[in-house]
């Protein structure tokens, strides 16, 4: 899969409602068509527990996705930098530096 393709899934389609639905079908449609091997293997209270397991991990990821991690809004560029430091007044002197360059840069 291109890298731009599987971005632009995660980043812009994953957040949407439909994608949530969409999994959950994708869940259960897999968990009726295993469900006949898997009996085979263990019991259906061990079935149960697995089957909701991967349904409530499914719908934790996705309001994760949809509602903690930042988004910028559409049709707009956002950048996120990090930086180390070692301590406070190496991490204010990094910060002030940084910020004047940006400025003078913007200028």
Do not use: H
Not at 19 to 27: E, F, K
């Amino acid at each position: 899969m291109d890298l731009e393709k599987f971005n632009y899934i995660t980043e812009e389609k994953l957040p949407e409602v439909k994608t949530l639905v969409i999994g959950i079908v994708v869940l259960v449609g897999s968990f009726k068509a295993i469900d006949g091997f898997l009996s085979q293997f263990a019991c259906l209270k061990t079935r149960s527990i697995v089957y909701l397991l991967l349904f409530f991990s499914w719908i934790i990821y996705w309001l994760f996705n949809r509602f903690y991690l930042p988004r910028n809004k559409k049709n707009k560029v956002g950048i996120v930098i990090a930086i180390f430091s070692e301590n406070e007044t190496e991490r204010q002197k990094l910060k002030a530096d940084f910020i004047s360059k940006l400025k003078s840069d913007f200028k």
